[in-house]
T-cell receptor, first 112, second 112 residues
Framework: DAGITQSPRHKVTETGTPVTLRCHQT?????MYWYRQDPGHGLRLIHY???????DKGEVSDGYSVSRSKTEDFLLTLESATSSQTSVYFC???????????FGPGTRLTVL | GESVGLHLPTLSVQEGDNSIINCAYS??????FIWYKQESGKGPQFIID?????DKRQGQRVTVLLNKTVKHLSLQIAATQPGDSAVYFC???????????FGAGTRLFVKA
């Protein structure tokens, strides 16, 4: 998985609880991304980062926040999880613009 | 808006035959295209890419063809094997920056 790890790999939580997913890379890539994947929707971009402390919203950012305090880590936080956030979450890294993205193994999140 | 789509959601081929997965894109200014393979329970994996100054690129058992006139992309897999069974995504590099736009995916079944 191109030097990308995600933790946890699986999580079950209850509605209203905060959840943080972690993406860690060993490649020193500048760009990092969080996607969610749901049946019938493919991969949808939640947030992305183009450098330390530089982040921006994707197409489905409502209910999510991110932080990037160092190059290797990109955190995705659900402040108050809802059942609609049950999904598989993928992190990706990219070296530069107009380049290939490499994906982590994914985190399966279930919100009851 | 920009979109990347696939002609067929499911493709079934006999082992040993060649597979062709098609993709249409709508942004004529796009200049970078990628094919990903996603096996069950795993993150998308890079297969091959092509830039708009080319119309064909070959890898190991895979070939990507780009027809800019009709905005069409295809992935050809030679001598399809059971291990090729997966969902295949075409993706398009966002012309505005460093995001990637993913299609919905085609599921390839390989019959023994």
């Amino acid at each position: 998985d191109a030097g990308i790890t995600q933790s946890p790999r699986h999580k079950v939580t209850e509605t209203g609880t905060p959840v943080t997913l972690r993406c860690h890379q060993t490649e020193n890539h500048r760009y990092m991304y969080w996607y969610r994947q749901d049946p019938g929707h493919g991969l949808r971009l939640i947030h992305y980062s183009y450098g330390v402390k530089d982040t921006d919203k994707g197409e489905v950012s409502d209910g999510y926040s991110v932080s990037r305090s160092k190059t290797e880590d990109f955190l995705l936080t659900l402040e108050s999880a809802t059942s609609s956030q049950t999904s598989v979450y993928f992190c990706a890294i990219q070296t530069s613009g107009r380049d290939t993205q490499y994906f982590g193994p994914g985190t399966r999140l279930t919100v009851l | 808006g920009e979109s990347v789509g696939l002609h067929l959601p499911t493709l079934s081929v006999q082992e040993g035959d060649n597979s062709i997965i098609n993709c249409a894109y709508s942004n004529s200014a796009s200049d970078y295209f990628i094919w990903y393979k996603q096996e069950s329970g795993k993150g998308p994996q890079f297969i091959i890419d092509i830039r708009s100054n080319m119309d064909k690129r070959q890898g190991q058992r895979v070939t990507v063809l780009l027809n800019k006139t009709v905005k069409h992309l295809s992935l050809q897999i030679a001598a399809t094997q059971p291990g090729d069974s997966a969902v295949y995504f075409c993706a398009e590099g966002d012309t505005g920056g460093f995001k990637t736009i993913f299609g919905a995916g085609t599921r390839l079944f390989v019959k023994a």
